[in-house]
C-alpha cells in the first residue's frame, strides 16, 4: 500500500498559492511544535473546543500516519495556526469482489477569515494530482457540507440511513438468538468494536478500515471527552462464545419523566444474529422510549425485525464521497453481477478520468476497459461515474434526475452490473 507521507505536496497548487502569498507544505505531525498549530486549526475549522495540550498529543499521534498539509502565509511565524488543513492516507476501500487502494480525503479547513482565496480549491485539486501520481486510482472522503466536493468531481456514493425508532410502538418480532449480549467497560469496547468492523468490513461496498483512537473516540476514552462517561458498551458473542458483535451507547433521560430515549454510537456485527441481537437489546430495553442510531446501511432489517413499520423512521442521507483519477483501473478492480458491452463518455474537467471508455464485463464478473472512438451508449461527468461505482446509486435514478443521458436498455444493464448483494456502506467518519 503506498504510503501517502512519501508524496510530496503538489508542484501547481505550491505554484499557485506561493504566488498568492502562502506557503504549503507538508508538516510533521510528530514534531510536537508544527502538530500543535495544525491541531489547533483543525479544531477551529470544525468548530471544536480550544484542544487541550493532551488531547493535542493524542490527535498529533493519531495522524503521525497520514501526509498532513497547512497553508501557512509567507510571514507567518513560529507556532502561527494555518489559514488551509488537509490530510490524507491512502487505506483500502471495499468494493465488490474484493479492494481498491484509496486516497482518503480529511481535515479539510479554511480560515473563516481566508475564505474565498483559492486555498480549499488548491488543496484539494492537489490532493488528486497527488493521488493520481502516486498511480491511487479512486479518492475518497466524508463530508461535513454537502454542496462542496461536486465541484472537484467527487459524487454521493455511499448513502446511509438514520434510524429511529419509537419503542413503545415498535414491539420485538424477531426469534431469540442462541448467543449472549454482554456489559462490557469501554476499554473493551474500544477493542471490540475495531474487531468486529475489521472482521465485517469485507461484507459490504464502500468500507474502510478503522484506526485504533477513532475506537477510543466512540468508546467515550478520547482524552479531554467531558460526555465520555456517560457512553456504554455491549456486546454479542454467539453459542460458541465467539465475538460477533459490539454497540456503543449513550442513555439520555428526558425531562420530567423516568424514561430515556437510547442514542447508538456505533453497531458492528460479523452476522446477522448478532445484529439482530444488539437491535434487541436496545429496543427492549427497560424504561427506553426510543432509540436512534446514525451511519446504519439503507437495507437496515429493522423495520422487518418489529411488529409495527411505523415506529421506525428512516432518513437516508449522504455519507461515503468517492471521486475516479484512473477510469481503467477502477472499473477493472471490481466484480459486476451480470455481463456488460457499453461505452461511456465521461466528462472531467480537471483531466483524469476524461475520455471515451468501452467497459466489457465477462460471464464470471470481470472487466476489461479500453479508450474507444467508438459512439458513446451513456454519457456523464466523472462526480456521477463516481456515484455509481460502489453499487449504491442507480443508473436509472440519474438519468430520471436529467443528470446522465444513455438509453434505457444501456441504463438498465449498467444497473444490473453494479448492483452488490447487500446495499453499500460505510459506517464511520474519517
Known amino acids: 500500500m503506498t504510503d501517502a507521507r512519501a508524496i510530496p505536496t503538489d508542484p501547481r497548487s505550491t505554484a499557485r498559492l506561493a ?56 510571514e507567518s511565524v513560529a507556532g502561527q495556526l494555518p489559514v488551509g488543513t488537509v490530510d490524507a492516507w491512502v487505506t483500502p ?10 486516497w482518503a480525503i480529511s481535515g479539510v479547513t479554511v480560515a473563516a477569515t481566508h475564505r474565498r482565496r483559492g486555498i480549499a480549491r488548491n488543496m484539494l485539486e492537489g490532493e488528486l494530482r497527488s493521488a493520481a501520481a502516486a498511480g491511487v486510482a479512486i479518492a475518497g472522503l466524508t463530508a461535513s457540507e454537502a454542496t462542496i466536493y461536486g465541484r472537484y468531481g467527487f459524487g454521493h456514493a455511499v448513502p446511509v440511513a438514520h434510524i429511529s425508532v419509537d419503542t413503545r410502538r415498535a414491539g420485538w418480532l424477531a ?34 478500515p478503522g484506526w485504533a ?3 477510543r473516540k466512540i468508546a467515550g476514552l478520547a482524552a479531554g471527552d467531558s460526555k465520555g462517561a456517560a457512553v456504554r458498551g455491549v456486546r454479542y458473542v454467539d453459542s460458541d462464545g465467539e465475538l460477533r458483535g459490539a454497540m456503543a451507547y449513550r442513555l439520555q433521560e428526558d425531562p420530567d419523566e423516568f424514561t430515556a430515549s437510547l442514542h ?14 444488539l437491535w434487541s437489546f436496545a429496543l ?41 483519477l484512473d477510469v481503467p483501473a477502477a472499473l ?54 463516481s456515484s455509481l461505482y460502489a453499487g449504491g446509486v442507480r443508473a436509472t435514478q440519474l438519468f430520471a434526475a436529467g443528470r446522465i443521458l444513455g438509453e434505457a436498455g444501456s441504463l438498465a444493464s449498467v444497473d444490473d452490473a453494479l448492483r452488490t448483494e447487500r446495499a453499500p456502506l460505510l459506517g464511520i467518519w474519517y
Open 175 to 208: 426469534p431469540h438468538a442462541d448467543g449472549a449480549v454482554e456489559y462490557i467497560d469501554r476499554e473493551r469496547l474500544a477493542a471490540d468494536l475495531g474487531r468486529v468492523h475489521e472482521h465485517s468490513r469485507a461484507s459490504r461496498s464502500g468500507q474502510v
Open 284 to 324: 427492549q430495553h427497560d424504561l427506553v422510549t426510543s432509540v436512534d442510531a446514525q451511519l446504519r446501511p439503507v437495507d437496515d432489517a429493522l423495520p422487518w425485525l418489529v411488529r409495527d413499520q411505523r415506529a421506525v423512521t428512516m432518513r437516508v442521507h449522504d455519507h461515503g464521497w468517492l471521486r475516479i
Open 93 to 102: 476501500l471495499t468494493i465488490a469482489g474484493g479492494e481498491i487502494p484509496m
Open 264 to 277: 447508538i454510537h456505533h453497531l458492528a456485527a460479523q452476522t446477522d444474529e448478532a445484529e439482530r441481537s
Open 19 to 74: 504566488e498568492a502569498g502562502y506557503d504549503y507544505r507538508v508538516v510533521d505531525m510528530a514534531d510536537a511544535d508544527q502538530a500543535r498549530p495544525v491541531t489547533q486549526a483543525v479544531a477551529r475549522g470544525f468548530l471544536g473546543e480550544e484542544p487541550k495540550p493532551e488531547e493535542i498529543a493524542e490527535i498529533a499521534a493519531a495522524m503521525e500516519a497520514r501526509r498532513c498539509i497547512g497553508v501557512f502565509p509567507h
Open 213 to 215: 483512537a477513532k475506537w
Open 332 to 385: 477493472s478492480a471490481r466484480t459486476y453481477r451480470a455481463p456488460l458491452d457499453v461505452v461511456l463518455q465521461v466528462d472531467d474537467p480537471l483531466g483524469f478520468a476524461h475520455g471515451a471508455w468501452q467497459l466489457v464485463v465477462d460471464a464470471d464478473g470481470s472487466a476489461s476497459v479500453t479508450p474507444t472512438d467508438a459512439e458513446a451508449d451513456i454519457r456523464l461527468s466523472v462526480a456521477d461515474l
